[in-house]
């Protein structure tokens, strides 16, 4: 399983703020720098090597990357959004 150009891309990671990895394999191989999706056991999830945050596991890689690029809305003191 491999991720596809039609595939949402990914977010930069909320906790370090890195972006989609540039490594070799990407999508198949942690390139331990970056946020990738992992699938090498046809359990996919997205993880981020420079932190190592992660989801838990999904039934395919759109359901990963729809996980990882979901985000809490945010609100200020003040009541709005971020």
Known sequence: M??????????????????PAKGFGRYTNA???????MDQTNMPYVWC????LQTCTYDSIEEAITAWNTRATLRTD???EV
């Open 31 to 37: 390139s331990f720098s970056g946020v990738e999706v």
């Open 49 to 52: 090597g420079t932190c190592c």
């Open 78 to 80: 003040e009541g709005d």
């Open 2 to 19: 491999t991720h596809t150009q039609d595939s949402a891309p990914l977010k930069p990671c909320p906790m370090c703020g890195s972006g």
